[in-house]
């Protein structure tokens, strides 16, 4: 069965220090693509990054990069320096080549403090 | 440059009344979604589809039904609310070429919506 799995529902990191929000993802179809999104307090969902799963370079994206461990299944967002705007929901999400829906995780709340 | 509008933002709706959210996109998008978000649970599909005049269940489509007339817009009715679709409603397209995934959704700012 498809699934993506995020197990943090809640996340505080210290302004300008490093954090990684974890996710999870099973598949047996060979093509697919991950992304994050973010969603600020105001409600809209923000694309941050995509990672193909043929892709052999992690993906980056100014502060934001993509920890892909096809192996284990894993495709951790890392937030570099971070701001107090990075307060946030963030999803991860999962399509294949097979069909254009997407998978979304749980979310990780994450709490940047001053 | 619009994108995705979703009307309307905000609605509060008694339990059994009817209504109707719309999706518009001017992008020429092929495929449309319709998500709801609910708290610990992120973001389930309710129905989607692939073309103008086509529509297809998702992941949580009792309660819901849709329509696709138009390319450009993708309604989502609820014929007789309950408290359980009190929910924030994401309306989504994208145009992906076949067999690519590195297309994202363009997502609609959402429809917070309350059943009493």
């Known amino acids: 069965a498809q699934k993506i799995t995020q197990t943090q529902p809640g996340m505080f990191v210290q302004e300008k220090e490093a954090v990684t929000l974890d996710c999870t993802y099973d598949t047996s179809d060979p093509s697919y693509g991950l992304f994050w999104y973010k969603q600020p307090s105001s409600g809209e969902m923000i694309f941050l990054i995509y990672q193909g799963s043929y892709d052999q370079q992690n993906a980056t994206e100014g502060r934001y990069s993509l920890n892909f461990q096809k192996a284990r299944k894993s495709a951790n967002l890392v937030i570099s320096a971070s701001q107090l705007g990075d307060s946030a929901m963030y999803f991860c999400a999962m399509t294949h080549s097979g069909t254009y829906k997407y998978i979304f995780g749980t979310g990780t709340r994450l709490k940047v403090l001053a | 440059n619009a994108g995705v509008t979703q009307t309307p933002k905000f609605r509060v709706l008694k339990t059994g009344q009817s209504m109707t959210l719309l999706c518009a996109q001017d992008m020429n998008h092929e495929y449309m979604y319709w998500y709801r978000q609910d708290p610990g649970m992120g973001l389930r599909l309710i129905h989607y589809?692939?073309?103008?005049?086509?529509?297809a269940k998702g992941e949580v489509p009792d309660g819901y039904n849709v329509s696709r007339l138009k390319k450009q817009n993708f309604l989502l009715g609820l014929e007789s609310a309950a408290p359980s679709q009190t929910s924030v409603y994401f309306c989504?397209?994208?145009?992906?070429?076949?067999?690519?995934?590195?297309?994202?959704?363009?997502f609609g700012s959402g429809t917070r919506l309350t059943v009493v």
């Open positions: 589809s692939v073309g103008e005049g086509t529509t």
């Open positions: 989504a397209s994208r145009d992906p070429p076949p067999g690519q995934t590195n297309y994202g959704y363009t």
